[in-house]
Structure formats: C-alpha cells, structure tokens
DNA sequence: CGATGTCATGACACCGATGTCATACCTTGA
DNA sequence: TCAAGGTATGACATCGGTGTCATGACATCG
C-alpha cells in the first residue's frame, strides 16, 4: 500500500504539502495541488487511519455491542421484536456522521463482554453503545472516565444514560384509543411479569381504563408465557375459551405482543370466532413481517426499535462532543429517556361507533 | 491514556520489556514480569492497536458491507428472511477467530458502496465482505489487490468469491418429501420471476416431480408478486380460489415463502378450509417467527442465512491467510458456494402415508 | 527604502508501539 | 581458563502521518 512518502515523492513535493492538500488546512498552490491529486488518484493512496490516529489521538471509531447480559436469573427469550433494529437505527445515525462505527455481538455469552469492550479499547474508540435484546436491567463493567458509554432497551442501577421504549405509554395509548373506537370489555393478555415489557405494559392498561372511568375487571386480565416449548400454546387455548365463555365477554383481545396475537388469530378461528366481526384482536410491537400480512392487518403499537438506535447514537455524539461541562466525576444519575411509539391502528379491531380522536401523531418522542 | 511507557516509568524498566510482557515472544524475569503486570493493573493501561499496527502493518480488522446494490431496474423488496441473520452468522465466526468485524451500512444507498470501502481501507482492512438483502446479482468497484472480498447471498460476473443459498436444491427436497408423505396433487405459488428465488424455486419443485415421474401442471403453478401493495392480497384470493375449484385441486399449496404461507392460512381458513386436514401448506426461508408460531406450525425449508454467514467469514479467513498459491492476477473464476438447508417438518403438511423418507438430514451444505 | 504581512513550502520532531542489535550476566563444557 | 550458548534487558530506529516552526518570494504600506 502506498504511504504519503509515495505520494510525496511521484509529485515532486513535501509529505507535509500532500497532507495539507489530504486535509485542506492550509493554502496550496493550484498547479502544485492537482499534481498531488493526480499522484493520489495513480497510486491508488490512501492514508493510514493509524498514523493518523497517533498523533491526533482522535480515532473517529465509536463501539456497538449487542447481546444477552440479563440479570434475570433464568434463560430468557426475547419477547418481541429483533434488537438488530436497533443496530439499524444506530448505524444510520452514524452513517451521516464523521463516526465509523465497530459493532461486536456478544453471541449470548455475556462473558465475553469484557473482552469486547477491550478490544474497543484497544482501538481507542472515543465511545460505546450496549444494545440489549430486549427491555431489561444490566450490569456492565466500569469503563475508563474518557470513554463514554451508553444503554439502549436496558438500563442499569449506575446512571449511566439509557434508552427505553415506553411501553407504559404505549400500551395506554392503544388502549385509549381502542376505547375511543367504542369498546367497553377489552381484554389483556400480558407476558409474563419478570421482564419489563410484561410488568409495564398492564400499567398502560389500567391507565387508559381508569382514564375512562371503565371499572378494572381481574377475569379481563390474564398472563401467558409464549416462551414456554408446548405446554404454554395450550395455556392460550384455555385463556381465550375461559373469556370466550364469561357471561360478559370481552369485544376485544389485546395481546402481550405481535406474536401473541398470531397465535390467538388461529385460535380464534379454529372456534368460529370471526377477526374482528366477533372479536377484535390487538398486539403490541408492529412486528410488520406479521402484523402486515395477517388477515385482517393487525392493530398494534410500534415499538419504536429504530428510533431507539437514533436517539442512543444521537445522545452518545453529545456525550462526545462533551456536552458535559460541570461534573467531572460521576454522572448524575440521568434519568434514562422514553422513546414511545404510534398506535399502529388496522383493521383488526372493529369501530363500534364513530373514533372521537381522528388522528394520532405518527412518530412520537419524549 | 497510559501508555507503555507510562507502565515502563512505573515498573522501573524499559518499553521493550514491557512489550515483551505483553507480547510473550521473549523470555521475562518472574519478578519483572509481576511488577509490569501489576503497574498495568495499576495504570489500567489498554495498548493502542493504532501504534501497533504501523510497525506490524497487520490490521486484524475485516470489513462487512450490508445494504442493496441490487442490479434489478425497479426498486425492490427483499423477499424473506432480514439479511441480518447472514450478518449474524459472520459476526459468530469471526468473534471465534482472532480478528475485528467492522460493520457498515449502506442503508440502501448503494452509492455509498464506494465511500464504505474507502473508509475500510483507510483503517487497513484485511478483507470485505458484502452481503446483499436477498440473493442477486451485484456490480462492487474494484477492490486493491491486497484486501480480499467475499460475496454473500449475491454473485458478480468478475468471478469473486460467493456463497449462495441453493434456492433449487431447497425447494426441491421440500418437494420431495411432500411426495414421500403421499401427495401427488402439489400446487405451486411462485415469488416473482425477477428475483433470483422466484427463478430457481419453481425449477428445484420440477426437479422434484419429475424425479417421481409425476406430470408437470401448469394448472397447479402460479406466480404471486408479494411486493404489491394492496391489490395483490386479492391476487392472492383468486388463484387459491381458482385451484380450490379445479376439477381435481391439489392436496397441498407449497407457497414462494412464509410470509405468503402466512397469508395463505388466512384465506384458507376464511373458505372455510382445515390446514392441514383439507388443505395442507408448505412454505420457505423458515422464517422461525411465522413458522413456528403459526397454528399449526408451518413446514417449511430453512434458508441457511446463518450458515451462509459462517461460511463467508471462513471463505475470507482462508484467503486472508494466503490460500491462493499461484494465480497471480485476476481469480480463476471461482464457482460460488452454494448452501443448502434443511427441510424443517411440521404439521402444516399431512402424511397421507407412512413417508418412505423416515429422517432427512438436519444441516447440509456443499 | 525598510518594516510588515501573506502565501507556499519544507525540515524536523513526535505520537506509541515493536524489530534489530548490542550488552552484561550466568552456566556449561572442553 | 576461556569459548560457547542461553537468559534478561535496554538503546535506537522505524512505521506513516501531522503539529510546530522556519524560510524564501512577493506584495503592501508608512
């Protein structure tokens, strides 16, 4: 590979010309430039992030890691949505900016970790991003003070600064809304309390009930695990015929996530139960791959994944451009940021009487 | 940052020796080597891979370029499974080797293909691989002749390296074992002739019946562009109707994939139509959160994105490592790889007969 | 006319590692 | 006793850029 002595030497000049000419930050002559630059273009030169690096000390690289550091005591499973629609969001943020981002997975093992973030180290990344699968609390090693770090879909007990879906936000406003379109008996199948999405989410939907003034009705209310191998499906069957049979049942099926609510289509159907004539069904995610190509088109709630990378990647540039001026030990325990996502409202729930809200925003942020 | 000759100052010795410690390619006093190990500790001194690299001109670092260069006139949808799966499978095999994965994305931008590739080389990468969102044909600028490129799940005509999914032979062993489950009657429910899936699926589903000397209807072979916005559903409507109505309707639907099987179960539940009991279905990609969790859950072909990953990774650590003795100038050529994945058996398909076939193998590849 | 300023360029040191070579000490064996 | 060889360490140059400072050629101004 060609060095700037190369470039240097094929026109006739100083490496230090060429380099003003590579950077632009001094004057150079017009004839003496377009030697150089066509002594660049011959050699196919370009220079060498490395020597670079070594005397500026700016590496432009910034780290992403992702995957499974849960402090939930049992293997998990991620309850919705890829978290690599995160990694989207992020490396669009970084790709309009001067950043070059390293994206490192942990492969499930949190144990690697620790070695990642070293090697991030090594190449003096200026900061890092910890992605995690899906909504949790972590825990992470300290990392050097001129390293800026920091959380998205976690959070952890430090202050580090962090990124969450709202999903106490997002579950009211679904539910607001389903309400709005005349629904009186709506149903919530949550996922199970020990991760956050299924111990947020029924808070969003006893919110918009007592918003409304709709009394809170425990046989409306049930939890089902979908992680479970095979035993767990039938729980669902048990669920939906329990509330099919109330002596006032539910008109409207709202689901712990897109997932669920697949699942409860066929169950539905395979009892007669007509989508959404007889029975509306809601989830949660816009999982779009099923939410989309369901019959009929799901209403949901989108979980804002690619947002989520956005604003991390965004918040961990001010980080970087030091928008930090006091405080310079210890973080003050920011309060990690909502992002929520629009109802994504189809046709699987039925209009009982004309909505009083006619429109939503589409894209919401905190 | 510390640097080594920080930790040298704090050991009382010199920077050679302190890379010897850190290097162990000379021999080092126990005593000494403790007292730079703890001044390392001390210092929490992480070296610079930038400083390194200029005297060893080694890198480590490999360059992964995701996004659509796709050659196809009209701006096109990607057909199945997120690309990101094959990111996954690279990212597994690289984090078991010795090397760093740098990610991009042209976040559909294809014109910022060149400005990716000048960023990578500018940090000395080893080697490239770009991954395409589904299986095409692509056109990537020429690459300098010391950095290494594989192609994955697309192929150019200069003869780089490739790895493909064996789209014909996958179809073909669905196809295959739906016959041994006693099916003759097979209709088929193709993607768009455009895409490279749409072109070799419909070939490996007449591979297989004439393999069993069964006759080729064109009757039972349609084609179903999932793309289209809304009118197309109802495309979708009419053919399954039409094949419902024919004097002798086929025993299973085998669909272009499983977003489309998706769509399928649907319509045929709304005619009143059992899967599998009246109607059975068969999909493609093994798009695990359609198939999976559909009811009842969907037999389908896994599309080995993963493996397809690993494979690439392995392809370019074997050229990076000098696996190219002869040769010069310009590759032989090579013929890409291709990988095929398993029929995944569920009970979206009936047994209409013991099948001949007791047990496929899980994982297979060429 | 001499002082000052701008433009264009080069010499040189330096960033933080490592490769090469030299050196001093200690063992071992002829 | 001295050469030969292994062990442990350091001095120094070097990788490829860029920051600092110096220099020479002109132009401008009081």
């Avoid at 700037?4 to 004839?31: C, F, H, Q």
């Avoid at 539910?175 to 020990?194: C, D, S």
């Avoid at 779009?288 to 209403?299: D, F, G, K, M, N």
Wanted: with cysteine; aromatic share 6%.
């Amino acid at each position: 590979m060609a060095t700037i002595y190369d470039v240097a030497r094929a026109a006739g000049v100083s490496p230090k010309t060429v380099s003003r000419v590579l950077n632009g930050d001094a004057p150079v002559n017009r004839e003496t430039r377009e030697t150089i630059e066509a002594a660049i273009a011959d050699l196919g030169y370009v220079p060498s992030n490395a020597a670079r690096m070594m005397r500026s000390n700016r590496s432009g690289l910034v780290g992403l890691i992702t995957g499974a550091i849960s402090l939930s005591p049992e293997p998990t499973v991620p309850a919705g949505l890829p978290d690599l629609f995160i990694v989207q969001g992020i490396q669009t943020a970084f790709a309009a900016s001067d950043k070059t981002l390293m994206i490192a997975d942990t492969g499930g093992h949190s144990d690697r970790v620790p070695h990642l973030i070293q090697t991030f180290l090594r190449h003096r990344v200026e900061g890092l991003i910890y992605v995690a699968e899906y909504h949790q609390r972590v825990a992470l090693p300290r990392m050097p003070k001129d390293v800026h770090l920091v959380l998205a879909n976690c959070y952890d007990t430090a202050g580090t600064p962090a990124i969450l879906p709202d999903d106490r936000r997002g579950q009211h406003d679904l539910v607001a809304r389903v309400i709005a379109a005349g629904h009186r008996r709506i149903a919530y199948i949550g996922l199970r309390p020990e991760i956050e999405a299924g111990r947020l989410r029924p808070l969003g939907y006893r919110d918009a009930l007592a918003e409304a003034r709709i009394d809170y009705d425990p046989a409306l209310v049930e939890t089902c695990d979908l992680a479970g191998r095979d035993g767990e499906p039938q729980l669902l069957w048990d669920i939906i015929d329990r509330m099919l049979a109330l002596p006032s049942p539910p008109t409207v099926l709202c689901c712990g996530n897109d997932k669920m609510a697949l699942r409860v289509y066929g169950i539905l159907r395979s009892r007669g139960v007509k989508v959404p004539d007889d029975m509306s069904v809601a989830g949660y995610d816009n999982y779009r791959v099923i939410a989309e190509t369901l019959y009929p088109p799901l209403t949901t709630v989108d979980l804002p994944y690619s947002a989520m990378g956005v604003r991390a990647a965004q918040t961990l540039m001010a980080l970087i451009r030091g928008v930090r001026p006091d405080d310079p030990q210890g973080l003050p325990h920011t309060e990690p940021v909502l992002v929520a996502g629009p109802v994504c409202w189809r046709q699987s729930v039925t209009e009982r009487r004309s909505a009083t809200v006619t429109q939503f925003k589409s894209v919401r942020e905190d």
